[in-house]
């Protein structure tokens, strides 16, 4: 188990990224799988499950495509500037 | 000049099957210009030489061989030194002799740039080929033209391989193209692979030097021209199937002089934004995968792509580089030097993101799996209790053991109303999903949601209902609905509610049960 994947545990699911809780639910999954759980353990985590999964699909639902330019300024400097999706013309 | 008489031409016609075959009486038109329409000519015309010569021939022969006395085989009629007027078929044969005798015209390779062009209505081509000083009229067979992979435009710089001989209806010399292609193209081809070699031996192109690329990218990053169509394709293939994801574009230029300057210096742009996101503490704003993509073109404008400065910035990027350039059938060095190769742009950008339709089926899997393992455990819980209820049937009750059957009972209500309580929250999530992914993905969903709902009234069926059924009681303080699980949690007066099988039983208690831990409730319904 990574260190990341540790970290994860126990943390609010609605401040996680998507790759967080998706990680986070194959873990919770894989935890529910291995078995031999205390039964209010396998209720916790289950419940955890749910959250994630609502999580999970709802930044998947919501998402909207962030778009972007790298520029670079005077003396080398690099800047990047908010571009608008389906429309990048300059 | 080492061939003998004129008529020993003859034998040359097998060398020549197109004036015969060309040769057709199809009633076209001429072209409108100088040069001679094939088509136009009666086949009769172009029937080789008579075996006996035209009288008149010998001394055309004569005198063109005067340089060369050994060059008179043939007798010559009588008066054959005269000086005579020739026909005009006479000279044009006698050039035509000549110009086939040269060897150095037989196999010519010709370089210029293609003037005008008329294709006649029998598919041949004719056109000029011209320099500074000097053009050459050219034809181009039907049957070669068409197997050809180039065709002759005006103003392109060809290669043009075939041989010259004379057309004697027009008395025209021509040169008779065999094949053609771009001016340049073999020499291109030749420091193509050149360099190929050269940087395949410094291992450049190495499969072990290939990394593999990020399964979820958060950052892409796309060198590539900021206008035209392949940006659009890219954001479009994005925004359908990740748009989780963010594209940070880098600006290049993609064809023309300095083209491949500006993409190593796009590429090397998006190394150093890497380097300073990493450096300021920042990851999550480093590019994932970067995507190099230039829309098909000519060979010439997918040149910059073959340029070592680029193939090497490709090779040395701190991040995992797709190629996209071009069609599918073209294959730039860039592509070697890139960790993976797509076929083209959009699919360059299909291949570095998943699919969004992909990744909820997944995450239903997911679901699906943690549900049959809950149901799974709740299932053993049950077994519990009711092994315990047997064992309460068989000896004295146990305080403990009651408690224990209550711990299980109170359990698998909260997971019922888990399970109850997400289903309806879930039915919202994958409505909303459902409305953005489309019907083919809302009837998937449906049925997922059709599952939950089965399990559900699976474990409905596993809650403390069966429990109750059985003669069992929950006991829960009025004032404050927490599960009484020892007498001493309810003190005389204390206001009891007992869920039983079907429905509730208001209660008081009585007296204090005191130490003895003896049941001191009474109903009092």
Redo the contacts between chains.
């Keep these: 188990m990574s260190e990341q994947v540790v970290a994860l545990q126990g943390v609010d699911v609605d401040s996680l990224t998507f790759d967080e809780a998706l990680v986070e639910l194959q873990r919770t999954v894989a935890e529910l799988e291995q078995g031999g759980l205390a039964l209010e353990r396998s209720i916790e985590l289950y419940e955890r499950g749910v959250a994630l999964h609502e999580r999970c699909a709802g930044l998947l639902g919501q998402a909207e495509l962030r778009v972007q330019r790298l520029l670079e300024r005077a003396a080398g400097q690099l800047a990047v500037v908010e571009a608008r999706s389906e429309e990048q013309a300059d | 000049m080492s061939r003998s008489g004129p008529p020993q031409s003859e034998p040359l016609w097998g060398d020549f099957p197109v004036d015969g075959s060309a040769a057709t009486s199809d009633g076209s038109r001429p072209p409108d210009w100088a040069l001679p329409s094939w088509d136009s000519i009666p086949a009769d015309e172009t029937e080789p030489a008579p075996p006996s010569p035209a009288p008149a021939q010998a001394p055309a022969r004569a005198e063109r061989a005067g340089s060369d006395a050994a060059q008179q085989p043939r007798p010559e009629p009588a008066g054959g030194f005269a000086l005579r007027i020739l026909q005009v078929s006479e000279v044009t044969r006698a050039v035509r002799d000549a110009v086939r005798a040269e060897d150095g015209l037989r196999d010519v390779w010709v370089e210029g740039e293609v003037g005008r062009v008329t294709v006649s209505s029998a598919g041949h081509a004719y056109f000029t080929l011209k320099d500074e000083r000097s053009q050459l009229a050219c034809v181009f067979f039907r049957d070669d033209r068409l197997s050809s992979l180039f065709e002759p435009r005006t103003g392109l710089r060809i290669v043009v391989h075939g041989r010259i001989d004379v057309f004697e209806l027009q008395g025209v010399y021509q040169l008779y193209v065999a094949a053609l292609q771009p001016a340049g193209f073999g020499d291109l081809a030749l420091r193509f692979e050149a360099l190929k070699a050269r940087l395949a031996a410094e291992g450049l192109f190495d499969t072990a030097r290939k990394r593999p690329l990020p399964i979820?990218p958060?950052v892409i990053?796309v060198a590539t021209s900021?206008?035209g169509a392949v940006?659009?394709d890219i954001?479009?293939v994005?925004?359908r199937r990740w748009?989780?994801?963010?594209?940070?574009?880098?600006?290049c230029q993609v064809q023309g002089e300095g083209a491949a300057a500006s993409v190593v210096e796009a590429l090397e742009?998006?190394a150093?934004?890497d380097a300073?996101c990493r450096a300021e503490g920042r990851p999550e704003?480093a590019p994932d995968v970067v995507i190099l993509a230039r829309g098909g073109g000519s060979l010439e404008d997918l040149w910059s792509f073959n340029d070592e400065r680029v193939v090497r910035a490709v090779g040395a990027h701190p991040v995992p580089v797709v190629s996209g350039v071009g069609h599918e059938v073209d294959v730039t060095l860039a592509d070697f030097a890139a960790d993976v190769r797509a076929p083209t742009p959009s699919a360059a950008a299909e291949l570095v993101v998943p699919d969004?339709a992909e990744?909820?089926a997944v995450?239903r899997e997911?679901?699906r799996?943690?549900?049959v393992?809950?149901a799974r455990?709740?299932a053993?819980?049950r077994a519990e209790v009711a092994a315990e209820g047997r064992g309460l049937e068989r000896l004295r009750p146990s305080a403990q053991l009651a408690q224990a059957r209550e711990r299980?009972g109170y359990?698998l209500d909260?997971?019922t109303r888990?399970l109850r309580g997400?289903i309806g929250?879930?039915a919202d999530?994958?409505q909303?999903?459902a409305a953005?992914?489309g019907p083919v993905l809302a009837v998937q969903l449906a049925a997922r949601r059709a599952g939950l709902e089965r399990s559900s009234a699976a474990l409905a069926a596993l809650g403390p209902q069966a429990t109750l059924d059985r003669g069992y009681a929950i006991v829960r303080r009025r004032s404050d609905g927490a599960i009484v699980r020892g007498s001493d949690q309810a003190p005389a007066g204390e206001r009891l509610a007992l869920r039983v099988a079907r429905g509730e039983i208001a209660a008081r208690v009585e007296s204090d049960a005191g130490a003895a831990g003896r049941p001191s409730k009474r109903g009092a319904a």
């Design positions: 979820r958060a990053g900021a206008t940006w659009h954001c479009h994005v925004a748009p989780l994801a963010r594209l940070l574009l880098s600006p742009r998006l150093r934004w300073q704003d969004r990744m909820v995450l997911l679901a799996r943690a549900g393992c809950t455990v709740l053993g819980g299980a359990l909260r997971a888990a997400e929250r879930r999530a994958e909303r999903l953005r992914l």
